[in-house]
């Protein structure tokens, strides 16, 4: 065989346009790819977050832009007794319903886990108070705590326990813990489920062994649903507390942070000076002055998921 | 909820032409007496005009339909079509003040009674059809007078549109049970009826809480009827006063009478529902409340029951109330500012105006002292009380200049929070004046 092998035919390459050579370089791709991604932080969380700084530094109302007066708008907020009330009560706040919300999760998802008939139907109407839009649980909640016409006050009369209706949110401290358990009743879903999905990655067999040990229901909880779970309860509550710190329609559904400014939260007075008192400058620098906790609160989860010990169930080496 | 209305749309306008025909024949004769040979400045109509509008939200279905047949009446003579848009109470300030500090949008905006003054440097003068109207219209009434011109001057930079005020809301029943005739002009009376209505089980309530309309207007009848003012002629902030004092003190003592369960986390709405429920007999509240009850037949009972009244004046030579005003404004922005103008003094002019009051059946009353004689003040004597409403003496902020600042106090509450905290027992009445001092001067600083 004597085949005169044909030339190798090579495909003639094109001479590379300008425009591709140009996406070949690859820093040029780089930024293209991450231009998209860059542009929506950018106009979505940059500017807005870089803009209610500025603000705070200024004496803008709204529709007149104002001046840079510096710091005057925080010199005037750590005098102001209504910004430190709602610091206090921002904390306080967030500090209680953190507790009552973890304290009933847990121990509805551990009611949940367990084999019930009906599982997935209750699982579901456990759901429904996170569901359901805040502002309707707002308003649910004025007519249960409203001064004349609250059912609960309704019934402890008709019952003969009482003979005044409850005061719930007509003075400071009873209109607070009325805040708090509105809050509670609403973020309870949100932990229990979350803490439900954790509890269903927990082996079984850890369990069994635990039983074989011989141990007891507090101790299987001490020593193997707690650590197991103690990842997903860092995240959850990291949550949680930002929602509940910044928290905005309950309150201002409810009291609009009254009576007299005593159930104020950051979010609701900066709304209060910003929006309605048309003071966006004061608004935006109680806005700002959230930053710092928000910051501790994220710091908090950071560190504390970073932790392997929290990961894995294992020691920290 | 814009409509454009063109000339072609102005044919297919015919429910809203309907309603005014309705209204028209109503009040065939109509009874208001406007001056003969009072000329109408000249102002000749821009080519190519078209107007956009913002007026607040009706509070009854005719007041729209009226309102934009008239406009679409404007429409048809003039050749200028008018776009309306409507927009929610809580809206339309915020609305304003972009409007008038991009130098954008709207051409007229219908606000309420301060905005003109916050905006004075963006708006059209417009003084001539306001004269005008006054010289046709036998002159326009106090608040209008005052919210209409420029503070200190003759100059109008508003067109007041209507007002509406919150007298004392009562019912005749139980006030006559606990021995009076009416509720008593002075204060020691009122406050011991209050108590009397209070031993009856019978007991009155007026807003504490957050409320923008009913929470201002008790706070600034507490003021104003102790001769208190959060404000001085010059605009110089005068919480600190013993008349304050004094209204601190009284509402301490009409508090202790008030409705079972408190009226601190009252808001605009909370009265109204306790009057309707039989659980608070003696308010203050606009006409609403009253057309609430007359208009539901479970309620009807109590609407035959209720009378309006002055609240009690006090110190205060009349009745201590700012009416909340509608106040027309041109922008300075608008091309058409001749057809703006234009269009405003037709929707004033008695052929427009007099069926939109009537079609409002008393929740706006007439700013021009002519239109007093419209038929809807005869249509029930029960809202004869808001007929003079745009004559009262008090003003948001009185009894300063009006300012960005004095609608700053209101809508932070200043005031109310003052008296909610000494009601509650939360602060001694020293305490809660110098705080109200201390907030009122951060807001009045500038």
């Not at chain 2, 005020?165 to 209050?194: E, H, I, Y």
């Not at chain 2, 809660?432 to 500038?446: G, L, P, S």
Request: hydrophobic share 45%; proline share 6%; with cysteine.
């Amino acid at each position: 065989m004597s085949a005169v092998a044909e030339k190798e035919w090579v495909r003639q390459a094109k001479a590379q346009s300008a425009l591709s050579k140009l996406f070949d370089w690859k820093p040029f791709l780089v930024v293209m790819c991450m231009l998209p991604a860059v542009g929506l932080l950018m106009v979505f969380l940059t500017y807005p977050l870089g803009l209610g700084i500025w603000l705070a530094f200024t004496d803008t109302t709204i529709g007149r832009s104002g001046r840079f007066v510096g710091l005057e708008n925080f010199e005037f907020m750590l005098e102001d007794p209504i910004w430190w009330n709602a610091v206090f009560f921002s904390v306080f706040y967030t500090g209680i319903a953190t507790i009552g919300k973890f304290g009933l999760g847990l121990w509805l998802a551990l009611l949940l886990n367990n084999h019930l008939p009906f599982k997935s139907m209750l699982r579901a109407i456990i759901l429904l108070p996170w569901i359901v839009p805040t502002v309707l649980t707002a308003i649910a909640f004025w007519w249960i705590y409203n001064p004349q016409f609250s059912i609960i006050s309704w019934i402890f009369i008709e019952l003969g326990l009482r003979t005044t209706n409850i005061d719930f949110i007509n003075t400071a401290w009873p209109a607070r813990w009325s805040l708090i358990g509105a809050n509670i009743w609403r973020g309870i879903p949100f932990v229990a489920i979350s803490l439900l999905a954790g509890l269903q990655t927990i082996s079984p067999s850890l369990y069994e062994a635990a039983l074989l040990d011989g141990s007891t229901g507090w101790q299987r909880f001490r020593y193997i649903t707690f650590p197991m779970l103690l990842p997903i309860l860092a995240i959850v509550m990291t949550f949680s507390i930002i929602f509940t710190f910044t928290d905005f329609q309950l309150v201002y559904a409810i009291t609009r942070g009254g009576p007299v400014n005593s159930t104020h939260l950051l979010a609701t007075l900066a709304f209060q000076r910003g929006i309605p008192g048309g003071q966006l400058g004061e608004g935006a620098a109680i806005a700002v002055s959230m930053i710092p906790f928000l910051v501790f609160a994220t710091l908090f989860s950071y560190f504390a998921l970073a932790r392997r010990k929290w990961q894995q169930g294992e020691s920290n080496d | 909820m814009a409509n454009i209305i063109t000339r072609r749309s102005v044919l297919g306008a015919g429910a809203g032409m309907a309603a005014l025909a309705a209204g028209g024949d109503a009040y065939a004769q109509t009874q208001v007496q406007a001056a003969a040979g009072v000329t109408a400045p000249t102002l000749p109509i821009e080519n190519g005009a078209t107007l956009r509008m913002l007026r607040p939200v009706r509070f009854v279905a005719p007041d729209e339909e009226v309102f934009r047949a008239n406009c679409a009446r404007f429409t048809q003579q003039t050749g200028v079509q008018v776009r309306v848009d409507f927009v929610g109470w809580e809206d339309i300030n915020q609305q304003t003040a972009v409007t008038a500090n991009t130098g954008a949008g709207p051409d007229i905006i219908v606000g309420f009674g301060d905005s003109p003054h916050i905006y004075a440097d963006k708006l059209v003068e417009v003084s001539d059809i306001a004269e005008y109207l006054g010289r046709k219209y036998g002159g326009w009434m106090f608040a209008a007078d005052k919210l209409g011109k420029r503070h200190g001057t003759n100059n109008w930079i508003g067109l007041p549109f209507g007002g509406t005020a919150g007298p004392l809301v009562w019912r005749k029943s139980a006030v006559n049970a606990a021995g009076f005739q009416t509720p008593p002009n002075d204060l020691p009376g009122f406050l011991d009826m209050c108590k009397k209505l209070r031993q009856a089980g019978k007991p009155a309530g007026f807003a504490l809480g957050n409320a923008v309309g009913d929470g201002n207007g008790f706070a600034n009848w507490l003021m104003w009827s102790h001769g208190a003012s959060i404000t001085d002629e010059a605009g110089a902030v005068s919480v600190n006063k013993p008349e304050t004092l004094a209204a601190l003190n009284y509402l301490k003592e009409l508090y202790a009478t008030f409705v079972d369960g408190g009226t601190i986390s009252w808001g605009d709405i909370s009265n109204n529902q306790a009057y309707a429920a039989n659980n608070v007999f003696v308010t203050s509240n606009g006409v609403s409340l009253y057309f609430a009850l007359k208009n539901d037949p479970a309620t009807r009972p109590i609407a035959d029951d209720t009378e309006h009244s002055f609240l009690p004046f006090g110190a205060a030579p009349s009745w201590p109330s700012a009416p909340l005003t509608l106040n027309a404004m041109v922008f300075r922005h608008s091309r058409f500012p001749n057809a703006s103008k234009a269009l405003l003094t037709f929707l004033m002019e008695q052929p427009q105006y007099e069926p939109w009051l009537n079609a409002n059946l008393g929740y706006w009353a007439q700013p021009l002292n002519a239109y007093r004689d419209s038929g809807v003040w005869g249509t029930d004597p029960k809202i004869a009380i808001f007929r003079d409403t745009m004559n009262n003496r008090f003003w948001n902020g009185y009894k300063g200049p009006i300012s960005e600042a004095s609608g700053q106090a209101n809508a932070e509450y200043v005031l109310v929070q003052m008296f909610a905290s000494v009601a509650a027992g939360q602060a001694t009445p020293e305490a809660a004046m110098r705080e109200a001092e201390r907030r009122a001067r951060r807001i009045f600083r500038r």
